[in-house]
Structures are given as C-alpha cells and as structure tokens.
C-alpha cells in the first residue's frame, strides 16, 4: 500500500460525468474493486468511490444545462489559493470556466482550459483532501495530457501549477514528464496528429491492475470496450478501455521489479 498525499500543482483527484450512475457504479466496482458512497442530494447527486476504505475517484450525473461533454473523465491538481491560480491561468494564456466555488465545507473546486484546448480543474482542499493511494490496485498509476499544441501547453503547467517539465528520452510524441519535487505524476503527449480529427486535447487518467489482459477481458464482458493495448512499454503494461456508456479510462501495470 502506497500512501499518497498530492503536492501543490499535483494530481489531487478525478471524477466521472456519467449519463448512467447506476451501470457506471457497478462497472467500476467489478473493474477497480470502487465502492459508492450515497449519492449527495445537497451536491446534485454527486457519489464518492472508495478503495480500501479512503475515496479514490469521484462521480456526478451528467447534467445537460451544464454544456459539457458527458460520459468523460476530469482531473483535478491541487492549489492552495484556487481565486490566485485562476488568475494565474488567465496571465498563462488559458481560460476559466468554472470560477472557484465552494462545495460546501468539502473544499473549492475550479475549471480551467489551458492553451492547447485541454479541460484541467483546480482543488483546494478543505475537508475533502482528494485520493490517498497510488500505485496499487485501484488507485491511480499515472496522468496523461494527450495535447495537440504540446509547446502551448507544458509552459503553463509549468507556470501555473508549479510543474518542473522533463522530456523522457527515447520516449514517442517528445513525451514531457512533469515534476513537483523529485517525483512526477504525469506528462504532456505531443499529440498533434495522433488524435481522430476534431478531438480536443484533453487529461486521462491510468489506474493500477494487476493483470492488464484480465482487466480488459473483464471490461469487454461487462458491456465496456478497448481503446488501446495491451502494449508493452519501458514504462510498464498499458492499455484504454471504455465504461459501458463509453467513457475513456486507462489501465496500467508497472514493470517487473518495480
């Protein structure tokens, strides 16, 4: 078990805007072991997963007044002052969608779209301090901005969420790790002609299994599908599958002796 505890600018949590709450509930539990909390009526249905007894993920009923996309995946990173980081996402080229709001004593939330057309949120913790594992089953293995204007988009991370970018050596689509301390979390895909046209760029989330071909074999017979993979890589076994209602998430599992 891999205790986590997200550093400012960091991956802090992700959630799921779903047509189907029930369907996606009982995927993601057979899939990932999440349980559901009660959905909360004063937060619009909005449910909490838990792994090992601590929340993991996020899931709000999609809402057709809100004009986002539905059945998608959203990742948030921490800040400590969510009114200064949009602010800083304004300097940095991006735009604020969601202006930081309170959810109650849980904590502020905002929405922003960076330079290259990538939706990313914001938290600022209060109660709700985000997911607490990594690295094991169920819980987060790695984040990936697949961005289809890559130079626009790694200088405001950098910026903004306080991110020290590396490029991976030897790794496709000039693949730029991002830092905070000396451990990274995530990176930025040069994407640009890899995407099916008329996609945006947009974060995805990979989640630890044990056995990657099992998972997606698990996900086909449960009404989900494959995107990707398996594939093999330096950087672990990798693969993209789609819940029931055809949300995309991935699978990741880390390589022999590590």
Known sequence: MTAYSAPVGAP???????????????FYNEIFGWDAEVASEEFGGYQNFTLNGKR????????????GPENVWSVYLRTDD??????AVKQAGGHVIVEPMKVGDEGTMAVFIDPA????????????????EW??????????????????????????????PQVVEGAP???????????SYGATMNAAGM??????????????????????QKAVDLGGGIVMGPDVTPWGTLAAITDPLGAIISLGKAPEGM
């Open 56 to 67: 993991v993920a996020g899931m709000m009923p999609y809402m057709p007044e809100g004009g």
């Open 82 to 87: 969510a009114a200064a980081t949009s602010e």
């Open 195 to 216: 995407l099916p046209e008329g996609t945006p760029s947009y974060w995805g989330i990979y989640i630890t299994v044990d056995d990657v071909e099992a998972t997606l």
């Open 173 to 183: 689509g000039n693949y730029t790790q991002y830092f905070w301390g000396d451990t």
């Open 135 to 164: 690295g094991v089953p169920g819980a987060p293995y790695w984040f990936e901005n697949l961005s289809t204007d890559q130079p626009a988009a790694v200088p405001f991370y950098e910026k903004v969420f306080r991110a020290r």
């Open 12 to 26: 802090i949590w992700f959630d799921l805007s779903t047509t189907d709450p029930l369907t996606a509930a009982s």
């Open 117 to 132: 057309g990538a939706a990313i949120g914001a938290w600022q913790s209060d109660k709700h301090t985000g997911f607490a």
